[in-house]
Every structure is written in structure tokens, then in C-alpha cells.
């Protein structure tokens, strides 16, 4: 589905009949040439991602890729109460097929060709002519795929891999038809060895049928298992769209009904039971639990959620029944815009796989030439025509790189696919080079190193008095107050010492605190002066506490009851318990952390000295957050930034690496590189590992690629190689590149 944006418009298109990396190349050419169009095919995927101005139509592209010689469409509408439609395994499977019966025709049927020519002792009086009947029926029937591609690029002036591998295959296969029919080939008894290197023959009485079987039989089988690899690949990102709920039972005109997710609306109040997924982003409005979350966050630890907690579709009910009130439905939810941001890093392209398509662009035509050129330069030189004729073949069937074109999208898919597990959301492959040249990362203090929210920490008390009898009657007292500040003091108490009485009076008083009674004491809560009003001083080790705690930039409270200062309260937003460790880890990575925030600078320096941060930024207004940024690279620093609110945005997207906390506003999730979907700062250093291991595994990929082709070339230019010998090389050589990828796919955060 086409969806606009201002004047332009994108599509995603499914695109059929590519084979190899030089189809995706000629169809983004085509695309590319038309007014106002901006494409990225990718090869991997079978899609290609379409920005068009107001003057083209979707028809328009799709006549353009079938013009070309492929088919295009745009991808089919889900059904409802499905997020994956549920029928992508199948798709995929009748996909591979018609591929598997190919491959097992050429298989049986090449085995016994290979071994008749590799062993001479088993040739026996009419031996070729078997071998004829067996490689026939491969040359016509499995390899009808690669003849039938290239006539078609042929049709449109163009030359792909396809086009090597059929005319390698047919030139090996004609060959020994006209040495069995005109030759001496044909003749009872005839035999000959299996050579690899060149020998100076006329030619008459070699067949090459074990070249054009086993190459077909080679290729084949490695265009299986690099589909079947792909399919892998690409598991990651259809789990998670599998992971949402089907069904929901929802509440109407005070009915339970059940309907299918798809028919759910925003508004539409849902029931989810005890062991039950959470059908889509709500807002908790009745009942309490535990929520696994594990699927999407990677954070094994269930959350516990109440009411006017917000919950995400396809978690699990872990424990009591929920009413929740459905904020975001379809393509709007977690779930949705998680698998969107997925698909994308995986449909784009690095720099390094732009350099990649345009060598294949050009690549097939130069091969030929290569062929030809050897042809013709053995024959020059009187080695015979089997000699010329085998080095041509060889050049053709080894020059294939396919692997060049899988380099890429194979170990993004795979990354990307992993990160998702994981909880980390790569938005593109550009992202992978700025994670490499980093080496700066800048943390927004509130909700990112520290919870974003205000926590009881410590409680000192006076000689003689018991915390929990503190805890209980100050947070009886703060239970009844909205102030955040009081809500901490009360969430902490009931954490500690259970449920809390209640005050059997009570009075707000601004700016200074509560007062009430509660079990028969008069109880206050609050600031200094509020105990002074009473004529009420605080002991001395009380006194100490409380000038500490502000040292430190935490808000001390004082508690006293029955004409007494008992205890005093700290109350800061807390630094998260991984952020220490998560820091150690960033410096691993070679990264120097920086603290910048708004808050006031004792406030600050206190929390780095918690984490192990040497440099802070304090007092920051949030439109002079990007002044920082622009400052640090304006000092040459690769600046990272992470954040998690609407103000860190702007900067989030100046950093040359943004780092969107997933449990932040939409804002800087939108315009981060990476998302973090658990708000866990170690993510970040994760997060950053993955990426330079993906850029690590694509470069490897890219290098045995071409080295592949630079070695094995003039090896095969020399007749050095068989042709069969060429296309057992080229196979295992995509292969090797996508099982190298496949290992993104065992990457773990440190335990």
C-alpha cells in the first residue's frame, strides 16, 4: 500500500523472477531513470522500496519492472485478526518447491554422469550414451529456470548471472552433442580421463556432459539452500509478527464478545485473562497484574501494572484479569511499528552493498568478454579447441557473484532480525557505519541513566524509633496527597511494610507538607519549617542526614509525631540499578560517556559520581541540547546520544548515532537511529555491539566475495579449473557468505 508524504509518495513492491544480484541492479536502473523516482531493490528480500513524485503511479512502476522482465506487485492486504496474514511459511514453502524438485531431478540424475567420466574403470562400451540420456533431461529440464532468464534479459539487451551459468551449461552440453554425433566420442568404447588441467586434444572425442550436469546440480543446490537461508534469515522479524494476538474478548453494551483483533477499535474496552496476550496497546482501567514482556523488551522480570498503567499488545497476562481500553490498534501499535522499523533496516542498502550492485552492474558483460578473450587466446596459442573451449566454460560458470550481491542483505537481515529478539530496533543499514565511527555518547540523565521517576532511598531515624513504624505512619499520611513527591514517600512505605493505615485526619499544606492522625499519633510530614511551626528541631545525627541528602541533591523530608522529630526521608529519582554496568560496557566499546541534563548541577555531579561519569554537562535548557551536540563534534568527536523524551529529539536526530529509549515519547523514538525497547541503558551497549558485528560480518562477506572472483578468474582463464570444478566453488562460495551471516544469529548481551 502507497503512502504519502507532502508531494511524494513511497510503495513497497514485491518483486518476482530476480535470480541474482545483477537482476536487482538492472531493475533499480530502470526504476531509477524515471521522472521522480527514487528506488532500492533488494535482492535478498524480493522487494523493492519506491519514493515517487504526484506525476507516477504505482501501475506506472510495476509497468516499468515487468517491462524490464520481472513481475511486480504490491504486497497483498493482511487478513484481519492476523498481523502476519499467516500465510507467509506457506507462500514461502511453494516458493522452494518447485526449486527442491529441480534440484533432486539434477542431483539423481547428475551423480551417475560425474561418476562415469571421474572413473574411467566405469566406462563401459556405451557408457557416454547413458550419460547423454541422464544429462539431458538436467540440462533441459532443471536448468530451465537459468535458460529461461536469460533469454529474457537477452530480449531486453541485457546480460545477468543467469545468462553465464545458461550459456556455460548449453556450450558444454552442444559440445558434446556434436562430439558424440560428429566426433569421435560417439564411438563404442571410447574412454577418457578426468582432468583438471589443459589438455592439448582436438577436441573430437571429449563430451563435457559432466560439467553441464554437475554445474546445474552445483547451482541449483546453492540456490536452494541460499533460499532456504534467506527464509531463516528472515524468521526474526516473522516471529514477532506472529507474536500478537488473534482473538479478544471485548466489553459491549456490558456483553463479553469475542471478535478478532482486527475488528477492534481505539476506545474499545477488552478483557485479558490470566495467561492470555495482550490483543493490542491499551491503557490498564480495571484489575492488577504481572505482565510478561519478555517477547518484546528482552527483560525476563514480569511488570507489575494497575490501574492507568499502560500496557503493549502481545504480552502476556502473567497474572490477575485485566480490563484494559484499547489506545492503539493495527499498524499504530508497538508491535506494528516495531516489525515496520525491522523491514526497512532490512529492505535498505549500506554504502558498502551500493559499491557491490554497481560492480555486478557491469560485471556479466566484462565476464563474457573474459570468456571470449581466453577462448580465443588458447586457440591463438594452438592448446586446441577442448583446452580453449573448457577455460571459456570455466570462466563463465565461476564468475558468478552471486555472493557479492548476498553479502549484505543477508547479515542485515539476520542483525536486524537478532536486535528485534534482543529488544533493539536498527532503523537502517547507514546506521551500522556511524555505530563504527562513534566515540563519544552523550546520556540524558531523567528516564535514561536514572528512572524518570521520584523514589524513596534512604530513611534515617532518631535513638530509640523503628523505621517500619516511621514508613507506616508518614506513608499513610503522604498515600493521601497527590504530590509526586508524597506518592514516592507512600509507594516506598507500602513496598516495605505493606498495607498502610488510614489517617483518621488529614490536611494538605502547601508548600509545606501533611499533617493528620493516624493510629491515635498527630502526625507531620514535610519540610523543616513545617516541624518549626510546632516549635520541633531535629536531633543532630536527623540535622546531618538532611544537609547530606541536599548535598547530594536529593529531597530530604522530615517525619515527626507526639511532639517529636523522629526520622528523615530521601526522595530522589533514582539511578537505575544497571546504569554502572551499562557505562563500564560503553567504555569497553571505546566510547567516553558523557551526562547532559537540565537538572541542577549537585544533582548531577551526584549522579555520575553513582555511574562512573567523569564528564557532565548540568542546567542544559532542552533547546540548547543540540547546541552541546554540534559543540562536541565541532570539536571532531562522533557523537552517540541517547535519550528518551519529546526534548531530546531534536537531539537525538543532530547526533551522528541516536539512541531512542523504547520506553520513552514517540518523538525521540521516531527520530533515533536505534531503539531500545526496554529501557534499560545497557541495551545501548548492546545495541552498538550488534551493529559493528553486523558491519563486521558484511565487510567479511563483501571481502571473500571479491576475493572469491579476483582468485578464482584467472585460475579458470589459465584452464586450470573444470567447469563442474568451477561451479561447485561458485555454489559453496554463496553459501559460505550466508551460513558466515547465519552466525549473527547466536550474538548475546554479556551476562
Given at each position: 500500500?502507497?503512502?504519502?508524504?507532502?508531494?511524494?509518495?513511497?510503495?513497497?513492491?514485491a518483486?518476482?523472477?530476480?535470480?541474482?544480484?545483477?537482476?536487482?541492479?538492472?531493475?533499480?536502473?530502470?526504476?531509477?531513470?524515471?521522472?521522480?523516482?527514487?528506488?532500492?531493490?533488494?535482492?535478498?528480500?524480493?522487494?523493492?522500496?519506491?519514493s515517487?513524485?504526484?506525476?507516477?503511479a504505482?501501475?506506472?512502476?510495476?509497468?516499468?519492472?515487468?517491462?524490464?522482465?520481472?513481475?511486480?506487485?504490491?504486497?497483498?492486504?493482511?487478513?484481519?485478526?492476523?498481523?502476519?496474514?499467516?500465510?507467509?511459511?506457506?507462500?514461502?514453502?511453494?516458493?522452494?518447491?518447485?526449486?527442491?524438485?529441480?534440484?533432486?531431478?539434477?542431483?539423481?540424475?547428475?551423480?551417475?554422469?560425474?561418476?562415469?567420466?571421474?572413473?574411467?574403470?566405469?566406462?563401459?562400451?556405451?557408457?557416454?550414451?547413458?550419460?547423454?540420456?541422464?544429462?539431458?533431461?538436467?540440462?533441459?529440464?532443471?536448468?530451465?529456470?537459468?535458460?529461461?532468464?536469460?533469454?529474457?534479459?537477452?530480449?531486453?539487451?541485457?546480460?545477468t548471472?543467469?545468462?553465464?551459468?545458461?550459456?556455460?551449461?548449453?556450450?558444454?552440453?552442444?559440445?558434446?552433442?556434436?562430439?558424440?554425433?560428429?566426433?569421435?566420442?560417439?564411438?563404442?568404447?571410447?574412454?577418457?580421463?578426468?582432468?583438471?588441467?589443459?589438455?592439448?586434444?582436438?577436441?573430437?572425442?571429449?563430451?563435457?556432459?559432466?560439467?553441464?550436469?554437475?554445474?546445474?546440480?552445483?547451482?541449483?543446490?546453492?540456490?536452494?539452500?541460499?533460499?532456504?537461508?534467506?527464509?531463516?534469515?528472515?524468521?526474526?522479524?516473522?516471529?514477532?509478527?506472529?507474536?500478537?494476538?488473534?482473538?479478544?474478548?471485548?466489553?459491549?453494551?456490558?456483553?463479553?464478545?469475542?471478535?478478532?483483533?482486527?475488528?477492534?477499535?481505539?476506545?474499545?474496552?477488552?478483557?485479558?485473562?490470566?495467561?492470555?496476550?495482550?490483543?493490542?496497546?491499551?491503557?490498564?482501567?480495571?484489575?492488577?497484574?504481572?505482565v510478561?514482556?519478555?517477547?518484546?523488551?528482552?527483560?525476563?522480570?514480569?511488570?507489575?501494572?494497575?490501574?492507568?498503567?499502560?500496557?503493549?499488545?502481545?504480552?502476556?497476562?502473567?497474572?490477575?484479569?485485566?480490563?484494559?481500553?484499547?489506545t492503539?490498534?493495527?499498524?499504530?501499535?508497538?508491535?506494528?511499528?516495531?516489525?515496520?522499523?525491522?523491514?526497512?533496516?532490512?529492505?535498505?542498502?549500506?554504502?558498502?552493498?551500493?559499491?557491490?550492485?554497481?560492480?555486478?552492474?557491469?560485471?556479466?558483460?566484462?565476464?563474457?568478454?573474459?570468456?571470449?578473450?581466453?577462448?580465443?587466446?588458447?586457440?591463438?596459442?594452438?592448446?586446441?579447441?577442448?583446452?580453449?573451449?573448457?577455460?571459456?566454460?570455466?570462466?563463465?560458470?565461476?564468475?558468478?557473484?552471486?555472493?557479492?550481491?548476498?553479502?549484505?542483505?543477508?547479515?542485515?537481515?539476520?542483525?536486524?532480525?537478532?536486535?528485534?529478539?534482543?529488544?533493539?530496533?536498527?532503523?537502517?543499514?547507514?546506521?551500522?557505519?556511524?555505530?563504527?565511527?562513534?566515540?563519544?555518547?552523550?546520556?540524558?540523565?531523567?528516564?535514561?541513566?536514572?528512572?524518570?521517576?521520584?523514589t524513596?532511598?534512604?530513611?534515617?531515624?532518631?535513638?530509640?524509633t523503628?523505621?517500619?513504624?516511621?514508613?507506616?505512619?508518614?506513608?499513610?499520611?503522604?498515600?493521601?496527597?497527590?504530590?509526586?513527591?508524597?506518592?514516592?514517600?507512600?509507594?516506598?512505605?507500602?513496598?516495605?511494610?505493606?498495607?498502610?493505615?488510614?489517617?483518621?485526619?488529614?490536611?494538605?499544606?502547601?508548600?509545606?507538607?501533611?499533617?493528620?492522625?493516624?493510629?491515635?499519633?498527630?502526625?507531620?510530614?514535610?519540610?523543616?519549617?513545617?516541624?518549626?511551626?510546632?516549635?520541633?528541631?531535629?536531633?543532630?545525627?536527623?540535622?546531618?542526614?538532611?544537609?547530606?541528602?541536599?548535598?547530594?541533591?536529593?529531597?530530604?523530608?522530615?517525619?515527626?509525631?507526639d511532639?517529636?522529630?523522629r526520622?528523615?526521608?530521601?526522595?530522589?529519582d533514582?539511578?537505575?540499578?544497571?546504569?554502572?554496568?551499562?557505562?563500564?560496557?560503553?567504555?569497553?566499546?571505546?566510547?567516553?560517556?558523557?551526562?547532559?541534563?537540565?537538572?541542577?548541577?549537585?544533582?548531577?555531579?551526584?549522579?555520575?559520581?553513582?555511574?562512573?561519569?567523569?564528564?557532565?554537562?548540568?542546567?542544559?535548557?532542552?533547546?540548547?541540547?543540540?547546541?552541546?551536540?554540534?559543540?562536541?563534534?565541532?570539536?571532531?568527536?562522533?557523537?552517540?546520544?541517547?535519550?528518551?523524551?519529546?526534548?531530546?529529539?531534536?537531539?537525538?536526530?543532530?547526533?551522528?548515532?541516536?539512541?531512542?529509549?523504547?520506553?520513552?515519547?514517540?518523538?525521540?523514538?521516531?527520530?533515533?537511529?536505534?531503539?531500545?525497547?526496554?529501557?534499560?541503558?545497557?541495551?545501548?551497549?548492546?545495541?552498538?555491539?550488534?551493529a559493528?558485528?553486523?558491519?563486521?560480518?558484511?565487510?567479511?562477506?563483501?571481502?571473500?566475495?571479491?576475493?572469491?572472483?579476483?582468485?578464482?578468474l584467472?585460475?579458470?582463464?589459465?584452464?586450470?579449473?573444470?567447469?563442474?570444478?568451477?561451479?561447485?566453488?561458485m555454489?559453496?562460495?554463496s553459501?559460505?557468505?550466508?551460513?558466515?551471516?547465519?552466525?549473527?544469529?547466536?550474538?548475546?548481551?554479556?551476562?
Amino acid at each position: 500500500m502507497a503512502t504519502t508524504v507532502h508531494d511524494t509518495a513511497e510503495v513497497e513492491l514485491a518483486i518476482g523472477g530476480m535470480t541474482c544480484a545483477s537482476c536487482a541492479a538492472r531493475i533499480e536502473k530502470k526504476l531509477n531513470r524515471m521522472e521522480g523516482v527514487i528506488a532500492t531493490v533488494n535482492y535478498a528480500t524480493e522487494k523493492a522500496k519506491v519514493s515517487f513524485g504526484r506525476d507516477v503511479a504505482v501501475q506506472d512502476l510495476i509497468a516499468t519492472v515487468e517491462a524490464t522482465g520481472y513481475t511486480a506487485r504490491e504486497p497483498q492486504p493482511e487478513p484481519e485478526g492476523s498481523p502476519s496474514g499467516g500465510s507467509g511459511q506457506d507462500v514461502e514453502d511453494e516458493g522452494l518447491q518447485p526449486l527442491r524438485q529441480r534440484l533432486i531431478t539434477a542431483v539423481v540424475l547428475a551423480v551417475p554422469v560425474i561418476a562415469l567420466a571421474m572413473v574411467p574403470a566405469w566406462q563401459f562400451e556405451y557408457w557416454q550414451w547413458l550419460s547423454l540420456t541422464l544429462a539431458a533431461p538436467v540440462v533441459t529440464y532443471a536448468a530451465w529456470p537459468f535458460h529461461r532468464a536469460a533469454f529474457t534479459n537477452a530480449r531486453h539487451g541485457a546480460a545477468t548471472m543467469d545468462t553465464l551459468i545458461s550459456v556455460g551449461t548449453l556450450a558444454a552440453f552442444g559440445w558434446s552433442l556434436w562430439a558424440l554425433f560428429f566426433g569421435t566420442a560417439g564411438t563404442p568404447g571410447m574412454t577418457h580421463p578426468f582432468e583438471l588441467t589443459i589438455a592439448r586434444t582436438d577436441g573430437a572425442g571429449n563430451i563435457y556432459l559432466e560439467a553441464a550436469a554437475g554445474v546445474t546440480a552445483f547451482i541449483l543446490a546453492g540456490r536452494y539452500f541460499e533460499a532456504r537461508s534467506k527464509r531463516r534469515a528472515g524468521a526474526a522479524l516473522r516471529a514477532l509478527l506472529h507474536l500478537g494476538a488473534k482473538d479478544v474478548t471485548v466489553l459491549r453494551d456490558g456483553r463479553e464478545e469475542q471478535i478478532p483483533v482486527g475488528e477492534l477499535n481505539v476506545g474499545d474496552r477488552f478483557l485479558v485473562r490470566p495467561g492470555e496476550k495482550v490483543a493490542t496497546d491499551g491503557t490498564v482501567v480495571e484489575g492488577s497484574s504481572a505482565v510478561d514482556a519478555s517477547m518484546l523488551t528482552g527483560e525476563s522480570v514480569p511488570v507489575e501494572v494497575g490501574v492507568g498503567d499502560a500496557v503493549t499488545g502481545a504480552t502476556v497476562n502473567a497474572g490477575g484479569r485485566l480490563l484494559v481500553q484499547a489506545t492503539r490498534v493495527g499498524a499504530d501499535t508497538q508491535l506494528a511499528r516495531m516489525a515496520k522499523l525491522v523491514e526497512d533496516a532490512q529492505n535498505g542498502k549500506a554504502a558498502a552493498q551500493r559499491l557491490a550492485d554497481r560492480i555486478s552492474g557491469v560485471f556479466v558483460p566484462v565476464v563474457i568478454a573474459l570468456a571470449l578473450g581466453a577462448l580465443g587466446f588458447w586457440l591463438g596459442n594452438g592448446a586446441g579447441l577442448t583446452a580453449a573451449f573448457t577455460a571459456a566454460v570455466a570462466v563463465l560458470i565461476i564468475a558468478c557473484p552471486c555472493a557479492l550481491g548476498l553479502a549484505t542483505p543477508t547479515a542485515l537481515m539476520v542483525g536486524t532480525g537478532r536486535g528485534a529478539q534482543l529488544g533493539i530496533l536498527i532503523k537502517g543499514p547507514e546506521v551500522l557505519e556511524s555505530t563504527r565511527k562513534v566515540d563519544t555518547i552523550v546520556l540524558d540523565k531523567t528516564g535514561t541513566v536514572t528512572t524518570g521517576r521520584m523514589t524513596l532511598l534512604k530513611v534515617h531515624t532518631s535513638a530509640g524509633t523503628d523505621e517500619s513504624e516511621v514508613l507506616r505512619l508518614a506513608g499513610a499520611l503522604e498515600h493521601h496527597s497527590e504530590h509526586p513527591i508524597a506518592q514516592a514517600v507512600a509507594a516506598g512505605a507500602t513496598a516495605r511494610v505493606g498495607a498502610l493505615p488510614t489517617p483518621e485526619d488529614f490536611a494538605n499544606l502547601p508548600g509545606l507538607g501533611v499533617q493528620g492522625i493516624v493510629d491515635g499519633h498527630a502526625v507531620l510530614v514535610g519540610r523543616e519549617k513545617l516541624l518549626a511551626q510546632w516549635t520541633l528541631d531535629l536531633p543532630g545525627n536527623l540535622a546531618h542526614a538532611k544537609a547530606d541528602a541536599e548535598a547530594a541533591g536529593r529531597t530530604a523530608i522530615a517525619v515527626a509525631w507526639d511532639g517529636q522529630a523522629r526520622a528523615v526521608l530521601e526522595v530522589a529519582d533514582a539511578v537505575k540499578d544497571t546504569s554502572a554496568e551499562a557505562i563500564t560496557r560503553l567504555r569497553a566499546l571505546g566510547l567516553t560517556p558523557i551526562l547532559l541534563t537540565g537538572d541542577n548541577r549537585t544533582v548531577a555531579d551526584a549522579v555520575a559520581a553513582d555511574v562512573g561519569i567523569d564528564e557532565v554537562i548540568a542546567e542544559v535548557m532542552p533547546r540548547d541540547k543540540v547546541e552541546v551536540i554540534k559543540q562536541l563534534q565541532s570539536e571532531g568527536r562522533s557523537v552517540a546520544m541517547v535519550g528518551d523524551g519529546v526534548n531530546d529529539a531534536a537531539a537525538l536526530a543532530q547526533a551522528d548515532l541516536g539512541l531512542a529509549m523504547g520506553t520513552g515519547t514517540d518523538a525521540a523514538i521516531e527520530a533515533g537511529d536505534l531503539t531500545l525497547v526496554r529501557g534499560d541503558l545497557r541495551a545501548a551497549a548492546d545495541a552498538i555491539r550488534l551493529a559493528r558485528k553486523t558491519l563486521r560480518t558484511i565487510k567479511s562477506n563483501l571481502f571473500w566475495a571479491f576475493a572469491y572472483n579476483v582468485a578464482a578468474l584467472p585460475l579458470a582463464a589459465a584452464g586450470l579449473l573444470n567447469p563442474m570444478i568451477a561451479g561447485a566453488a561458485m555454489a559453496f562460495s554463496s553459501v559460505f557468505v550466508v551460513g558466515n551471516s547465519l552466525r549473527l544469529r547466536s550474538f548475546n548481551a554479556p551476562s
